[in-house]
Every structure is written in structure tokens, then in C-alpha cells.
């Protein structure tokens, strides 16, 4: 049962540094790379893009609508899903973003694998989670007792097999914390794309056990890879 909505997406978000934190690196380390046209897949609510690049031409792509959230006047938004329009985008001149949105892509890898080869940018950049520590622990244990979720793990050979090679990478965390662990389970949950009552349960009884208060950190990667 997927829980992936605007509001549940803007609950995790609101109890973490995480998407303020990318932003920041993007505009400040990695902005060299966002000086062309962006094509942000899965961009959700368009805040990093917002406060990431607001001067750079950008294409915000998500099934979701979040008409509600302020973009740049600079970007577009583009309500749908991204295999029906990749396209659109054949041979892109600018960089593609995917900000922790393969995690809903990868069940259609041949299809990601293809669409990524149309679009054939130079510059490619990903934001993926680390998963070592409590996270690592949590993800273990769900792909082992938790069948029917989505957890974001790494896509072995991705995005090297669409012959792009990596340049540069950024490690950082991010930290969500809640007030109790009954609250720390529904966004423990989000992160595996679950809103399964049952699997609720579950997993506070596995946060509890497992941490000493409702707060656990995410380490992340930001990748940049060129076209080889």
C-alpha cells in the first residue's frame, strides 16, 4: 500500500533538514553544473529548484500536482508521469536532476534505462541516500519482514550502464526527529512508501527497540556524473 501524496511527502519534509540542506549544496559547491537548462524529475514541490537555481531555465516534472507551492518564474511545471513524457526531451541540452525519485522509478528499470539513453544529457545528477547506520539497520530488516514496500536502495549499475561516469560527490546528513516514536514510525514508514496500518505498528515497535529517542539521521550522496 504506497502513501506516496503531497501531504505525506510535506509531513516527512517539515520534520527534516533534508530538502534546505540539498538546496544549499547545489547552489553553493555544485553550482557550476546547474548553469543550463534543468530537467528535475520527480522535483515534487519545486523547493530545491526554488532555492536551489531560480535564475536557471528548469522543467519541474511530478505525477503529483502541488499546485499549492511556489515555483520560479524561470520554471515549469509539468503535472505527469515521467515515462509518458521523457519524449518530449530527446537529446536534452541541460542537466537532468533526480532527487531521490528513483526510488519510484526503479520498478520500471528497462523503461528508466531507455528514457535516460533518449534524453541523452551531458550532465547527470543524483541525490540518494547512504544507508548505513540506523537507516541501513531499518532497511534490512523491512526488505526482509516487510514485503510490499518501497524502500530506496541503491540501483546497482545506475547511472554507469547510460555511460555516465562519476566527476564529483558530495556526503552530508540529514537529521528527522518527531515527538514520539508513534509519530517517528509514519515518517519511518514514508521512506518506504507504506501507510499499511499493520506495518505501522511494526515498525514503531522496531524504532523503539532500536533507538533511545523518536530522531535518526539519513546520510546522503550527491553524485554528478558527465556523459563519457
Given at each position: 500500500?504506497?502513501?506516496?501524496?503531497?501531504?505525506?511527502?510535506?509531513?516527512?519534509?517539515?520534520?527534516?533538514n533534508e530538502?534546505?540542506?540539498?538546496?544549499?549544496?547545489?547552489?553553493?559547491?555544485?553550482?557550476?553544473?546547474?548553469?543550463?537548462?534543468?530537467?528535475?524529475?520527480?522535483?515534487?514541490?519545486?523547493?530545491?529548484?526554488?532555492?536551489?537555481?531560480?535564475?536557471?531555465?528548469?522543467?519541474?516534472?511530478?505525477?503529483?500536482?502541488?499546485?499549492?507551492?511556489?515555483?520560479?518564474?524561470?520554471h515549469k511545471?509539468?503535472?505527469?508521469?515521467?515515462?509518458?513524457?521523457?519524449h518530449q526531451?530527446?537529446?536534452?541540452?541541460?542537466?537532468?536532476?533526480?532527487?531521490?525519485?528513483?526510488?519510484?522509478?526503479?520498478?520500471?528499470?528497462?523503461?528508466?534505462?531507455?528514457?535516460?539513453?533518449?534524453?541523452?544529457?551531458?550532465?547527470?545528477?543524483?541525490?540518494?541516500?547512504?544507508?548505513?547506520?540506523?537507516?541501513?539497520?531499518?532497511?534490512?530488516?523491512?526488505?526482509?519482514?516487510?514485503?510490499?514496500?518501497?524502500?530506496?536502495?541503491?540501483?546497482?549499475?545506475?547511472?554507469?550502464?547510460?555511460?555516465?561516469?562519476?566527476?564529483?560527490?558530495?556526503?552530508?546528513?540529514?537529521?528527522?526527529?518527531?515527538?514520539?516514536?508513534?509519530?517517528?514510525?509514519?515518517?519511518?514508514?514514508?521512506?518506504?512508501?507504506?501507510?499499511?496500518?499493520?506495518?505501522?505498528?511494526?515498525?514503531?515497535?522496531?524504532?523503539?527497540?532500536?533507538?533511545?529517542?523518536?530522531?535518526?539521521?539519513?546520510?546522503?550522496?550527491?553524485?554528478?556524473?558527465?556523459?563519457?
Amino acid at each position: 500500500m504506497q502513501i506516496l501524496t503531497e501531504n505525506s511527502l510535506q509531513t516527512f519534509k517539515s520534520n527534516t533538514n533534508e530538502n534546505k540542506t540539498i538546496a544549499n549544496i547545489l547552489c553553493s559547491r555544485l553550482k557550476k553544473y546547474l548553469d543550463r537548462k534543468i530537467l528535475d524529475i520527480g522535483a515534487g514541490a519545486g523547493d530545491i529548484a526554488f532555492f536551489a537555481f531560480p535564475e536557471t531555465e528548469a522543467i519541474l516534472i511530478d505525477i503529483l500536482e502541488f499546485r499549492n507551492y511556489p515555483i520560479s518564474n524561470r520554471h515549469k511545471r509539468i503535472k505527469a508521469d515521467f515515462f509518458d513524457v521523457a519524449h518530449q526531451f530527446k537529446n536534452f541540452s541541460g542537466t537532468i536532476l533526480l532527487s531521490h525519485s528513483i526510488q519510484y522509478l526503479d520498478n520500471r528499470y528497462d523503461d528508466l534505462i531507455a528514457a535516460i539513453n533518449l534524453i541523452n544529457s551531458k550532465t547527470l545528477i543524483t541525490v540518494t541516500n547512504i544507508n548505513t547506520g540506523f537507516l541501513g539497520v531499518f532497511i534490512d530488516w523491512v526488505l526482509k519482514n516487510l514485503p510490499d514496500t518501497n524502500p530506496e536502495v541503491s540501483l546497482q549499475g545506475f547511472p554507469e550502464c547510460c555511460n555516465y561516469s562519476k566527476i564529483e560527490n558530495v556526503v552530508f546528513s540529514a537529521h528527522v526527529s518527531e515527538n514520539s516514536f508513534k509519530q517517528l514510525a509514519k515518517l519511518a514508514a514514508y521512506l518506504i512508501d507504506t501507510s499499511n496500518p499493520v506495518y505501522l505498528d511494526k515498525i514503531e515497535c522496531f524504532i523503539r527497540h532500536n533507538l533511545q529517542s523518536p530522531s535518526f539521521e539519513i546520510m546522503q550522496s550527491i553524485d554528478v556524473y558527465k556523459k563519457e
